[in-house]
């Protein structure tokens, strides 16, 4: 089942807002009824020191009776029944005791023997009759038990209710405490999620983009995220597929459009062994009866050369055409100028100076056609540059390392402006006249370079010339022919 990403993303976070509400909750619930829990605690503390206030002032006054000290006590129980009274009716059922009506008529029974005791007394002073000593002390000891009854019952009572608020206290600490290491695990889980289904397949599309943009056409690796990124990755390899077939078609039409350049050029190179042939068939046709067959074999023999040297022009315009597959060969560098330069040498105007210093070591694998390809653009750019001619140089040489040689092919032309050095490599890109270029040369140059894992370099002044350097690996890895391969 696929899922897209913002349903991910809204189930991650519709999980981490129910989780975070659960807890939420369960805490806020904790801390009520803790507050409850102490709000009891301090009345139960505060009835339970009302309480023995009247105890205190009940053993005083049976210790001096004097009748202060029983009005005050009978005044404290009172004032401990209205408390405990205000317990059960606002926190009766958040309270662990249950019983607390029966604690109220304990309390009551407290007071109602105590209160007898004033009958004792008449003008606040003491009475002193046979009935008085009789019942005294059986009052006395009726009183003294019921509050030390209600006094340990009332104390058992605040104990326990002092052991479950620590209780709770812990709890909540406990609860806090699960309650950040479960947001924490919930925030990591959630992180982790976003990295694996949302951060990853943006990395991975993003390096791919990052290689098609240097020139690397290789198809991203298929995702399985059942999501956008899955199409996404689909879409761009679709496209990749479709740019090595426009960069294939690309080099192709530059190829032939260099190829109509070279047309003329070609045509005048193949006018001159023509001729030769001509004229020597028809010494040999007017001569054929009696003409001297030394002379004659020698008129065959030039002619011949002349067809040989004519189909090898025809085979390399041919092979230059030809739309081919990238082939590596070990090429001796310097056979190959001196070819590409007998196919472009009739395109050389007279005011533009042709000099070679090409050394006879340098060997490479290299695709020849390609590179010729190369060799030809930038050596009619040169010369479209030198309108009023000058010098073109064609130099080439190994660098310190002797992993790689370069060739640069520099001009005393009208230059470069510094504005368009960096766009000079854009396809469609031309500062020359309309119709005089297509802006693909340069273009197409730079893609086979890449595709030879070599790199060009450009250096300009205005008024001075163009110096274009390439720089070209002596032997491929496996990965760059490869790569190479498979972006032809």
């Not at 240097?214 to 198809?219: L, S």
């Not at 070679?356 to 390809?373: F, H, K, M, T, Y």
Request: hydrophobic share 40%.
């Amino acid at each position: 089942m696929k899922i897209s990403i913002r349903r991910k993303i809204i189930l991650t976070f519709a999980v981490f807002l129910v989780v975070g509400v659960a807890i939420w909750s369960l805490n806020y619930y904790k801390h009520r009824l803790l507050t409850r829990k102490l709000q009891i605690l301090e009345k139960k503390t505060d009835l339970f020191n009302t309480i023995l206030e009247a105890r205190r002032y009940e053993k005083n006054y049976f210790l001096s009776l004097e009748l202060a000290n029983l009005r005050e006590a009978l005044s404290y129980v009172r004032l401990a029944e209205k408390k405990l009274s205000n317990i059960i009716d606002n926190y009766g059922q958040y309270t662990l005791t249950k019983n607390l009506k029966q604690k109220l008529v304990e309390l009551q029974d407290y007071e109602n023997s105590m209160a007898p005791l004033l009958a004792y007394y008449e003008g606040g002073r003491l009475k002193v009759d046979q009935k008085l000593l009789e019942n005294f002390p059986r009052n006395q000891r009726e009183v003294r038990r019921l509050g030390r009854r209600i006094t340990i019952e009332m104390e058992e009572m605040l104990g326990q209710e002092r052991k479950y608020v620590n209780r709770l206290v812990y709890e909540s600490s406990m609860y806090h405490i699960a309650a950040l290491g479960g947001i924490l695990l919930l925030s990591i889980l959630t992180a982790l999620y976003l990295v694996f289904n949302v951060n990853r397949p943006l990395k991975t599309i993003e390096d791919a983009i990052q290689k098609i943009a240097e020139g690397d056409y290789d198809n991203i690796p298929a995702l399985s995220t059942g999501d956008e990124f899955e199409s996404l990755v689909a879409s761009l390899n679709r496209m990749i597929d479709e740019l090595n077939k426009r960069s294939e078609q690309l080099v192709q039409s530059k190829k032939m459009a260099s190829l109509g350049t070279l047309t003329s050029g070609v045509a005048h190179e193949l006018n001159n062994p023509l001729n030769n042939i001509s004229t020597s068939v028809q010494i040999l046709l007017e001569e054929l009866e009696d003409g001297d067959r030394e002379y004659q074999r020698q008129l065959l023999s030039d002619t011949e050369t002349q067809i040989e040297r004519a189909r090898d022009i025809v085979k390399a315009l041919l092979e230059f055409s030809r739309e081919r597959s990238f082939s590596l060969q070990r090429v001796h560098f310097k056979d190959l100028v001196e070819q590409t330069i007998q196919l472009i040498k009739s395109e050389v105007p007279a005011n533009v100076e042709l000099r070679v210093d090409v050394p006879d070591g340098i060997e490479a694998e290299i695709d020849p056609r390609r590179i010729q390809q190369v060799m030809i653009n930038l050596i009619l750019n040169g010369i479209q540059a030198m309108e009023d001619g000058g010098v073109l140089d064609i130099k080439a040489f190994e660098t310190r390392s002797g992993e790689e040689f370069c060739f640069t092919v520099g001009d005393t032309g009208k230059g470069i402006a510094p504005e368009d050095l960096p766009k000079i490599f854009d396809p469609f890109f031309t500062t020359k006249d309309v119709g005089k270029g297509s802006g693909l040369g340069l273009s197409v140059s730079h893609g086979i370079i890449e595709q030879h894992g070599g790199r060009i370099e450009v250096e300009s002044e205005q008024g001075k010339g163009t110096t274009f350097s390439v720089y070209l690996p002596v032997s491929l890895t496996s990965s760059t022919a490869e790569s190479g391969a498979q972006s032809s």
